[in-house]
């Protein structure tokens, strides 16, 4: 599929096609991430689709596989399937994933599930520390077996950056900022609120995006060391002053 110029219209098709296989076990129909906001790229983004069901069980969710791998052939992401008890039972356990989808999503279909989650910060801030840790071990595990070969850096440093955006615009709300979906904003305000190596994020995003080796090769240690620093200011950050 080509360019996508109105991604809402599009989810709507397809939330239709949802609604018509399950009937009133479709609860609702949601999409978030970038096609319900302002940065959506109509050459490459996908666009994401939150199902509810009246129960998440195998029989319901195959109901749809048909439906599920026409519109995945159409740019859509595979379909992120819940229910009630699910978000209920796991806000505490997955807040920067619920924290992300509220910060720009769209009712397509039915109730809107998402306006009533309140998100802990003391739940948030444990899932940032651990996902902060663990990739910052990821980037330093792999950096002898991609150093020698600029596509393989390349993509390790790109893949940690869409990872660490999620984390990063939870840290912004942890410091009661407004989220940001722009990365390069959001790279700059954390780097400003965490008092990171000035620029060390923002250079690396340009070394990815030129894809140079020797400026890959020079900015890695850095971009190494402000995600060490930002994992030491979430370890000792305290909920309890910015109440």
């Given amino acids: 599929m080509g360019k996508l110029t109105d991604p809402i219209a599009v989810a709507r098709q397809a939330a239709e096609e949802f609604k018509i296989c399950y009937g009133p076990d479709l609860l609702s129909a949601i999409v978030y991430g970038s096609a319900a906001g302002s940065h959506f790229d ?28 026409k519109w995945m052939k159409k740019r859509f992401s595979r379909m992120l399937f819940m229910d009630r008890e699910y978000i209920d039972s796991s806000i505490d356990s997955f807040p920067i994933e619920f924290l992300a989808m509220k910060a720009s999503y769209t009712v397509i279909v039915g109730e809107d599930v998402l306006k009533g989650i ?105 971009y190494l060391q402000a995600i060490k620093t930002l994992v030491t200011r979430v370890d000792q950050f305290s909920i309890k002053e910015q109440a």
Wanted: proline residues 5%; without cysteine; charged residues 30%.
């Fill in 42 to 69: 109509p050459d490459r983004s996908d666009i994401n689709l939150l199902i509810v069901l009246s129960a998440m069980t195998l029989p319901l969710v195959e109901k749809s596989q048909a439906v599920q791998e």
């Fill in 118 to 222: 309140a998100i802990d910060d003391r739940d948030l801030r444990i899932q940032a520390e651990r996902e902060l840790k663990g990739k910052w071990l990821h980037l330093l595990r792999e950096w002898p077996g991609v150093k020698g070969n600029p596509r393989l850096l390349r993509n390790l440093m790109h893949s940690s950056m869409r990872d660490f955006s999620a984390i990063f615009q939870a840290l912004l709300h942890l410091k009661k900022q407004p989220v940001l979906p722009e990365r390069k904003s959001l790279f700059a305000q954390v780097t400003t609120l965490y008092g990171l190596e000035e620029n060390a994020l923002l250079r690396t995003m340009e070394a990815v995006k030129n894809g140079d080796k020797k400026e890959l090769l020079a900015v890695f240690p850095a």
